[in-house]
């Protein structure tokens, strides 16, 4: 599969057969370099109900037909909106015509916040395992690091993995390289930083450069095949 980092935690997965987004987070997102109106996408994989991780699912699983699968409390206020979408929860694995998901600890919040000002409760947020094809990408969400992180590297072994260093919210770089460690993919992305002025990151210089050949920065836009 060809995955295209959008920045923040936005990630696009090619398949032969399909377009599978990640936390689609388009408008207000200073680091992409892709208009909403262009995005194609059959299935788009939610971790959690924060704004800037909900981002245009709606306008663009609208627009597009697309399968939303998300934590089920979240899933369920898609559906308000006229979303189709498909609930699941931490914990519990699906096989789709497209591949299989499935729904891992993270530790954070989830909620989405209307434009009214009304904040809605979306359950637990969660990090996912994606596979197809013979390989997994392990998306870790909004998260701390958590031991458990050993399991998700001992039981899924990850081909690669998406780690957010940008701290304050989540993980800062010296944590999020421990959760490297145990997770063991051989490539592992930095994501969920320099999005806002709160988690500004040198991903180089903090991060991957601590990896050896095992950590990539992938800018706006840039693709890596697995």
Do not use: C
């Not at 999005?195 to 210089?205: G, K, R, S």
Request: charged fraction near 20%; glycine fraction near 10%; avoid cysteine.
């Amino acid at each position: 599969m060809k995955v295209t980092y959008h920045g923040h935690s936005v990630l696009e997965i090619q398949t032969e057969q399909h377009s599978i987004w990640i936390d689609p987070f388009i408008n207000g997102n200073g680091q992409a370099k892709i208009d909403v109106k262009d995005v194609k996408a059959d299935v788009i994989l939610l971790t959690h109900g924060h704004n800037d991780h909900v981002g245009d699912t709606v306008e663009i699983a609208k627009a597009n037909n697309s399968l939303v699968v998300a934590p089920f409390e979240l899933a369920e206020y898609l559906q308000t909106l006229g979303v189709e979408a498909h609930p699941m929860h931490i914990g519990g694995s699906r096989t789709f015509d497209f591949g299989k998901v499935k729904f891992t600890q993270a530790f954070h919040g989830s909620s989405y916040s209307q434009e009214d000002g009304t904040v809605v409760y979306t359950g637990m947020p969660a990090g996912i395992l994606f596979s197809q094809g013979g390989k997994t990408l392990y998306h870790a969400g909004d998260t701390a690091l958590f031991s458990d992180m050993k399991l998700i590297g001992e039981f899924a072994k990850p081909d690669i993995a998406f780690l957010p260093i940008g701290d304050n919210f989540t993980m800062g770089p010296e944590d999020a390289l421990i959760a490297a460690e145990w997770i063991g993919a051989e490539v592992t992305v930095p994501i969920h930083y320099n999005t806002f002025p709160v988690i500004e990151q040198d991903p180089e210089t903090s991060f991957t450069s601590k990896l050896g050949n095992k950590g990539k920065v992938l800018n706006s836009g840039e693709s890596i095949s697995v």
